[in-house]
Each structure stands twice: as C-alpha cells, then as structure tokens.
C-alpha cells in the first residue's frame, strides 16, 4: 500500500508536511484536506529552495513575501512554516482553528509569523499580491540611487482555481502585466476542482492564452507532485525580466487520499479510517502530529544555509545609508503609520469658495509631492476626483519611480493592490466615485480587518451630483461605509473641514480612512474649525436668542443649515448647527461633551441627504432625521434637491414644522 | 472643411444622429459627446439593418436586446431610438437629463421605451447581457418542444474599453464562453481612450488572445467609421453557431471633433465654436436639433420593413400555444410576478430542529422544480448553502434546459447575470455565503434600482459561522443589506419563519429580496409564526406574569431569547419576545400594530449578531442594543459566542443588567 514513487529526503518532508496538515484539521474537526494534500509539494519546493526569509525576524523588510491566496490551505501554510522554522510550535499547531490561537481558520495577517496578508475570501490575495509587487518595484526605483536594489524582493502567491475566477485577479493580473512586475511569481494549484466540483462545469478557459494575453509569461509543470519539476520552475520564473510569471501546476486535489481528484475532499475532513489509510500510504505512523525530528533539521538547515542573517546584512545596509533614506525606511517598517500634517500650508482661494474635490486635491498633491511613502492613483477618474498629482510622475515600466498609479477602470483591483501596497508599509490612497465604491468593499473590509492606513478619496457624494442620475447618485454608500469595522469616514463640509480631516486621518497610527467629497463649489463657511474635526463633531454656530432646535449636518447639506439658521434667527427663532464631519468619532467622545454640543433637552434635527440609519443613536425621534431614503434622480442639481425637498426653502420649512 | 468621404445616406443619417447627440448634450450642459460621435455608426448599423425590434410595441418580448454598456453614451442611444421610430420625440430629446423626462443622463429601464436596462456603472451590462443571453437559450429550450424558436432573440451590448477592464466582464464573459452563448454579440467601441487618457496606461492586452481564451468569436473592424464595415461584421457574427461573439470595432472617440482621439472630449459639452466647427464639417446647419425629414423616414422605413409587425406574428403564435405554455409566457411578460406559494407542502423534520439551510434548501427544490420560469444557481457553493436541486438538471451547453447554474467563484458576474435573467421575465436566485454578499453590491444595487424580483439566499449567517475565522464571519453585511432601497431583508429564525419568508418573498410583484440563513441546526420553536413574517415583527412569546422587558431579535438569536426568557420567568421576571425577522417591513406597519408589539412604557432590548445599526429607530438607549461590531474569531461556534459574551449565560447576565 506504500507510495510507489521514490521516498527521497524531500518527499518524505512533503508527506509529514501533508500527514501534520491533516492532523491539525482532524484535531479541529475542520478545516480544507484538499488543498494541503495536493499543493504540498509546492510550498516545500518554495520554502526549501526560494524564498528569502529570515525566520528569526519574520517581519525582515526586504523579504521574499508569500501570499496564500487560497487562504483556505491554512494548515498547510502553518505547518510548512513550522517545518521552514518560524517561530510556530506543534502545539500551536495543535490549537488551529481554536479561539486565540496564532493558527486561525484562515491566515491572518498579524497573528501568525511568517503570513504576509489575511486570505480568504478567493482572488483577494493574488489580487494584493500585485500591490506588493508594485511596492518592490517603486521602493526599488525609490532607492537605487542610494543604495542599488536595497529592496528586490519578490512576491510569490500560491493561487487556487477559484482565484483565477474571481474577477479581482483579473483585473490586478491585467496591471500586473501591464507594468511588467517581473518579480510576480503565481504558483496556481491548477487541480480542475473547486467546492462544487470539475471547474469545467462553469470554465472552458485557455490558460495559457488567457496570460499570453495579458503580457504574462506562463510555464506548465505536469506533475505537481514533483517538487523538483515545480522547483526547477521557480528558478526559471526567476530569471524572467519584463513579465510576471504563472506557474501552472497539475495538481491533483487530495492528493494520495483515497477522495484524491474529487470535490468531496475540498473542505470536509477525512474521516478515521481515511486517515489511517492515508498515513498507511505515506508510510508515517498513524499517531497524530508525528513529526520526524531528521526531517525538521533537515529541512530548517536547508532554509537556514540559505537564508543565513538575512535581516542582519539588511540591516547593515540600512545603517550605512543617508539620513533621508534611513528615515523612510523607519516608515516603511514602522506599525506606527502616522504623520504629522500640522505646517500643512494652505492657500484659499480669492473668493471664499471652492469645490470639496478641488481642496482635496491641492491638499493630497502637498502630502504626496512629499512624503515617498505615500503614492495612490486612481481607477480612471483622476481628473473628476483632482487626485493626480503634478510633478510625482506617472508609475509605469518606464518610471517605476511614479507616484500616480493608473489603474483603469478596475476599483475593486485598486482596492486591492492598495491593501498590498499599505502590506509594505506605505501609505496609499486611492480614488473614484463614492457611488462605485461598492465594486471595492470585498476589499475595504480586508483592509478594515488588517488595520491598513489607506486613504480613500471618494468624490461626487450624494444627489447633488446632478444630472449622471440615480447610477451616480451615492444613497446607501455612505451608511454602508460607516457600517464597516475599523473604518473611519470623513464627510467635511467646506475647506477649513476638508484639511481638518486630512490632518486627523493621517494622525491615525493604523486603520483605512475614507474622506467624501462634493464635486460642488461650496461657500468657505467661518464658523466651520480645522481643530474640531478631531472630535468628529462640534457646535459650528450657536444660539443667539432662545434655545428652540439643535440642526445637526455634515457634508455639503451645512452650509444649508448655517442659513436655514441665519433666517430663522431673524424670525427670532435660535438655532445652534453642530457640524459632524465624523459621526462615529463624535458619538466616541466622553458623554460631557456630547452632552454639551447636543444637550438633551433641546429638539435635534438632523439633515443629511443619504440613508445613513446611524442618526439613530443620536436621534431618538425618526421625523427629525431629514434623509433620502430612495434612489436619486436626473437633473440639474438644483432641480434634485427641489424634488427631494432639500433645497433650502423646503428644509427651512420642514425645520419649522419639526420645531412648532 | 467638408468631410471628404462619401455622403451616402446612410451617413447623412449616421451625421444627423451625431449632431442631434451633440445637441442633447450642449443643451443639456452635461454628457458625453465623445462616444456619440464615436460610435454612431455601430448603433446605425445595428438598428438599420439587423435588430430586431417592434417600435409599436417597444417591450415585444422575443425582441433583439441591445444594452447599452458604456451607458454614458445615452445620447447616442435615445438619438437613434428617436430615428428608428420608438415614441420617442424630439421635445424628448430635448429634455435631456431633466427632471422627469425619459431621457435620464443614464439610460434607465422602464423610463425609456426601447431602453432595456439601466446602465451607467461599467462591466455592469456587458455582464448582465450574459444573462439576458442565457435567459433566450434557457427559454428557446423550454418551448422547442412545444413551437420551435419561439423564443430565438439575439443579445447585443455596447462595450467601451471601460466595459472590458471591469472585474465583472471578465467573469461573466467566461462563462458566456462556457456556455457556448453564439447569440450574444458585442459590440466593441475600441477607440483606446478612457477617462483619464489612454487605455494603454494602465492596460497592455492583445484583444483576440484574451477572448480566444475563453471560446469567443473575435472578429475585427478597421475602420469604426464605416456602416458597412461594421453591418457586415454583425452579419458574420449571426452565423456563429457556437461561440459569442466579440466585434472590436476600432472608433476614434470624438469622431469629427477638433478633440477627436484625446479623452478631452470624453464627458464634457462641446463649446459653442467647437460645435459650429463639427456641425459644418458635417454639413448640417448650425440649428440645435436639426432633424432632416427625409432621412428620419429612411431610417424608419428599413427598421419598419425588416420588422414589420413583429409583435403581433409573436402574440399569434403564443395563441396556438397549449395552455400550459401560454401561461409561461403570461408570466414572462407580465409586470406583476408575484406567486402565491400558499400551498407550500412541507415535511417537517422528525427531530424537531434542522439547520437553516437545509430547510430552505427543501422549500427552494419544491417551487424550482414546480415553476418552468424559477431557476439560478450558485458561486461554487450549492453543497454548503444547499441551493442544488435535484430533478431539474444542470445549465450547460449540451442542456440549456437545466436549471442549476454553475456560476464558478464569480459572485459579481452571479449577481448581475441574475440581472439580466430577471429583465427577462424570469424569477432567478442567486446563492453564496453572506460574507461574500459584498462581491455583488453594484449587481444587487442596479437589481434594486430596476425593481427586478431576484432572490439572494445568503448563508452561514454571523459569527456562528465559526471555526473559518473573520473573513467568513459577516458583522456589516446585514447592516449593509438593509441600507439597500427597495431590497426587502430576511433574517428568519426557524423553519416557521423560513417558511414565511419565501412566502412573502414570492408574493411580491417586483424588487429583490434576501434571505440570511443560519450554517447550523435551529430548534424548531413552537412560538414562531409562519403568517406572522408578512408583517415583518410579531410577538413571539408574551409576558406571563409583570411586563418587565421586551426582548427583541432576528435569526439564530431568537432562540436564546426565548430560553432566556424562560429562565426569566422561572424568577418571576416577565420577558415578551418580540422577533423580528424584517425589520423595515415591521417599521412600515401601522403605529397602532407597532405600538401593540412594543408598547411605548416598558423596556426593550435587541439582541442581533451584526452591527446593524436599524434597531436604534426602535430603541431609543445605546446601552439596550446587544450586538456586535468588531471583526470575527476563528473558533468554534460556541467559543466564538462566548468570546463576544453572546452565549446564553452572558446574554442573560446582560439582560438582567439592563432590567435592573
């Protein structure tokens, strides 16, 4: 019943590598044997041969990154990094999938050494990886000068049928191709099986073409259970100077189980008795979590020799740079992601008015132009978001020293590749309509959970985008973004806010922000202040008679109140406007001030034009939320806000109703 | 400063429609001149000689589709409805991007006869076509036996480069190739320039390789500028007999334009001279909305003789139908698509609990194999949110009669193919894990816009999804759903409500709905109601001794609440459990049933495993909303439950918190 092909030292580490993969999952009762089983020998002949690690510092900068885009092969990443030496140990190992162990279900980025990104939700991974690779070539560009290929890693992903589906990958591959990352190497577990069974079932693709066809260099290795044809591969993927490359890989899902080449292996754990056969077969005795200790220092030596102090000469290198270089480097390895915009200079306008996207820009072209750890782009939409910056250059395969990304028309790609810039320690942003930004949210919320410093800049917010018409219209975006974990979401009202909420949301230490802007010309409003932001929400202007209503606004709808305000006080009626460019940072202060700006005896009328339900908590009356709970209409703007009634004849009247 | 090339009629009236495009857009001050003058000569070929259409009758149902992908390009469209004879008139036209008019800035389903979607996010219709593509194969199978082609309608899309880099396109295109789709057409305006400049910034593709990969026709036009050119490529591409067809028509954007060929001209207005300068180079005097008389009457002279009457050929042929087939085509074309499931036969499990899915899962199978005009499928996971029904066969080239779809780990291109199924006539569904709903906004976001009646079925609900961690485990998703217009939400808490849920669901007559199922087994309460979830809330349980507290929940919760409630009572606590398994359907029933439920005086609290924010229009104490708004742990489910203090124990503790 023994394997019949040659038990050389490298095949019986991939077999104790497949028999410790499938412990852990049957120890969990849970877990993907599939993957682990078939795509084994890829991951030893990358973590033997390849890749440039050094296990004592996992985090090492300059190191050869790993994606597991098929996040769901978990235990076979665990278990090949403990082989690798990683400090991961056999009871941690013996915790997977439990609560607060470093070996979670799916990789996440942060808990485990050695995991470079959290995968799970399939085409995410390869789809960052392609940022990370961007990341290699700018950081590369950045410092040749100073010190020649400081940073030259490469970017490996182990991607699985159902990656190369996902429209993500897609897209991210297009670019990959288009800016010629050469240091991209996708190793694709191409075993013809996902959940469902034969891939077959929904693709009729020719792979080879489908890469032709993007600029990507394509090798097949036949047998995937050779890992020496998949590490000869490798080597050749290496040498490659303008394309990435995939590596198709003939695998065979469950490899050596008895369910090998069928769906039902995918995420269900083998039973007992399969087990016991399986182990049988790879001739490892059926004690759970046996580890050969020969292996493990065979394997580790092998990974050390190659990978000797890595970080150390790193390092070295690093000391013997100039003040300047050194100082981005601190950045880029820093987890302290924030800067200090105080001396932000700022010049307004003749007349006290301005566009919110174009105060945007001229802020981030400030920020970008310098600081060389911040670069972003956009997904075809640089000239209606203002987010192209002059003078930084464009990135392309000619000027990998560019800081305007072009990303097309491909959101959730930038999404993406931004989450695998942000994973190398830079600070991106990124840019389209708040309407579209729905097509990038798989993303965001990875970003959310990964605690990344992006910026997201998304303009044309609310109906008052006019004719485009209900498409172009954000209602729910704005909810549905205040709705994600870790997400900070900026809605200021006029200059003074806009370059408040640029300082505030690059004095976070972590977590993506995301800042909407009206592509409107807006009144420069003097009541509205820069330092309050910080706070999330402040009284922009007070009673000046008696205390009848509190009007509650943000974005481009205060400017309306502050009026509303001004006419009503005239009619002898007071009125307090508290701006609140950030809700839930305003309903995280200490309950005094909120008490203060928002005392509770007084009425509160809230107007905002989307959908956003978190009012609510401030609102304890569902007529005093002034909202649009509907899809948007085509029309000059103004002819908008009159059939939503939210021209400012309708609100004041609406405003005087609430308050009678 | 003529044009120098041959003024056939054919392209005086191709010039007409320009001018007339160019005047919608100067009079409008806002759209996009580019792709109208770009791309004209494709919508002429296509309207002049080939689709097939019935002006008299705009919504004929075996009519040619033609979406318009690059929905910018409206003018364009609503010019050359106007000239084919749809009721459209040139005070219409001259309404452009005016409130209330049938000529959004957009095209809009249901506003515009002859418009066949809603179009303006790109990759959105070429994917969605895909489905109206699959939609004639599924229905030419249905009804061959009965009446041979019956239904046998092309499908024809305007893509723009845009369209094709979209994450979507790619998806949806694979599986059109998968599907071996030879009635879909696309019309390629290849004019290499996108929004921010041109499309070889960002993309480096070789067209042919890219849709040769995926078993598509490529057929090529030099010159875009051609009708005929163009018409003898569309004659080609119908006599395909396997594979879609993709026409990449080379265009120069702004055609005749002093800005032709540069992305200047893309979306902003002509000025006045650069108007005049176009309108004498293509010999039409300089009076907004010149309409030359004689070439409208061609035009809709060769639309009306190729088409002559099409419509009533179809209605008589529908007549000879038996009457089982008449009432699917009743169904297809009516605007009301409700179905009354009263007579839902369910078999009870004989313990009395069962996981959610399977339930729905049983209710799923007995109405798809009951209704010929119900059918969908899965994103590779109809074995875990049990979506596969047996009996009706599988969707494939060879079987166009089957009914499971097998969409791949495309959960973009699933959503907006359900889109285009719908727009059909059909009542399709749609299934993946909750998580990953997010893929499919900008597909459910155009579904809810086009009130079309698809059925999202979202399982492996909350953090109980377990052991596969935060990425698997949705918090923001529900809050998400609910902050969709017009997306009816179900979170049902056992086979009673499950039950109810897809009762109310195919009752209504048009929007989507969703259904959030639980990944684990329920107990089957006794306290539920089925003929309760049409008011969306209903007491559950009631007071037994004082009325101390209400609880209020949804889902896999409900349960707890219930047995907390016991244990309660048990102390001589009185709880009323209130479920609530839609919470907008409760809100928007009268005060009066609202009041009943949740009498004004006594204590509420919710307890719900998200961080749907909703429940504060009902409860109106931040510190009485038990719920969750942090990322996930991976662990087992009760370890997870524990972890966020929501395990029966800790709830109670809360609760009894709260009451004191």
Redo the contacts between chains.
């Keep these: 019943m023994l394997l019949e092909r040659e038990k050389t030292i490298d095949n019986k580490i991939i077999d104790n590598i497949r028999s410790l993969s499938i412990d852990m999952i049957t120890n ?1 009762k ?2 993907h044997p599939g993957i682990c089983l078939g795509a084994a020998p890829i991951l030893y002949a990358l973590y033997k041969d390849h890749i440039n690690i050094d296990t004592n510092y996992p985090n090492y900068f300059n190191r050869d990154r790993f994606i597991m885009s098929a ?1 769901h092969g978990s235990a076979l990443l665990y278990s090949t990094l403990f082989f690798a030496g990683f400090p991961i140990t056999l009871d941690d190992l013996k915790s997977f ?5 470093i070996t ?3 990789p ?1 980025y942060g808990k485990t050494p050695g995991v470079d990104m ?6 995410e991974g390869i789809s960052s990886a392609v940022g990370i690779a961007m990341a290699e070539r700018y950081l590369n560009a950045y410092f040749n000068d100073k010190k020649k290929d400081l940073i030259n890693y490469y970017t490996y992903v182990l991607a699985s ?3 190369l ?7 991210a591959c ?2 990959a ?2 800016y010629n990352l050469n240091k991209l190497i996708v190793l694709y577990d191409m075993n013809g099986v ?3 069974g034969e ?1 077959s ?10 890469f ?4 990507w260099n394509v090798i097949t290795v036949e047998n995937g259970d050779s890992y020496e044809e998949i590490s000869k591969a490798i080597e050749e993927a290496k040498t490659e100077t303008t394309k990435p490359t995939i590596i198709a890989i003939k695998t065979i899902i469950g490899k050596h189980s008895i369910k090998e080449g069928t769906s039902d292996v995918h ?1 269900t754990p083998l039973t007992e008795e399969e087990v016991t056969e399986l182990k049988n077969k790879l001739d490892i005795r059926d004690v759970p979590f046996t580890v050969f200790q020969n292996l493990l220092d065979e394997f580790r030596k092998n990974v050390n020799d190659r990978c000797f102090k890595l970080n150390d000469k790193f390092i070295n290198e690093v000391e013997n740079l100039d003040d300047e270089a050194k100082e981005v480097i601190d950045y880029l390895t820093s987890e302290d992601k924030s800067i200090d915009l105080k001396n932000l200079a700022y010049q307004l306008p003749e007349k006290m008015e301005e566009k919110g996207r174009v105060t945007s820009g001229k802020i981030l072209s400030s920020i970008v132009t310098k600081y060389p750890y911040i670069l972003g782009g ?1 997904a ?5 978001t203002c987010t ?1 910056v002059d003078e930084v250059g ?1 990135f ?1 395969k000619d000027n990998y020293k560019g800081k305007n990304i ?5 959101e ?2 930038m999404a993406a590749i931004s989450n695998g810039l942000a994973l190398c320690g830079i600070r991106p942003y990124a840019s389209t309509f708040l ?2 930004s ?2 990038m ?2 993303s965001i ?2 970003a ?2 990964m605690h990344l410093p992006i910026t997201y800049i998304f303009t044309h917010d609310s109906i008052s985008v ?7 219209q954000p ?2 975006q704005l ?2 973004l ?5 997400l900070e979401v900026f809605r200021p009202a006029d200059v003074n806010e806009i370059i408040g909420a640029y300082k505030v949301i690059y004095s976070n230490k972590e977590n993506p922000s995301a800042i909407l802007l009206s592509r409107n010309t807006l009144p420069i409003l003097n009541c509205t202040k820069t330092n309050e932001v910080v706070k999330g929400g402040y009284i922009a202007r007070d009673f000046q008679t008696d205390k009848k209503a509190i009007l509650i606004s943000s974005g481009e709808e205060l400017s309306k109140c502050i009026d509303i305000a001004t006419k009503l006080q005239s009619k002898g009626i007071g009125i307090r406007v508290v701006s609140v460019p950030n809700i839930n940072r305003f309903l995280s202060q200490d309950k005094e001030y909120i008490d203060e700006v928002l005392p509770v005896e007084i009425k509160k009328i809230v107007i905002e034009a989307s ?4 009012w ?2 401030i609102i ?1 009356n ?1 007529n005093n939320v002034i909202n649009i ?3 948007g ?4 703007k103004d ?2 806000y009159k ?1 939503f009634e939210f021209d400012i004849d309708s609100l004041q009247s609406k405003i005087e109703e609430i308050i009678k």
């Design positions: 969990a849970s877990g996040g999938r439990q609560l607060d162990s979670p279900g799916h996440e959290t995968t799970g939700p399939l085409g049928d159902g990656d589906m996902e429209g993500a990958s897609y897209e297009v670019l191709g288009n996902c959940l469902d891939v079932k929904s693709t009729n693709e020719n792979l080879t073409l489908r032709s066809s993007i600029n995420g956009s075809d939409l640089f000239k209606p192209y464009d392309s072009y990303y097309g028309v491909r959730h790609a309407a579209f729905n097509f949210f798989p919320r990875l959310c959970m006019g004719e485009d018409g209900p498409t172009h209602i729910e909810s549905q205040r709705d994600m974990p870790n959908n956003s339900k978190d609510y908590k304890y569902l709970n509907e899809f209409v085509s029309a000059p002819d908008v059939h």
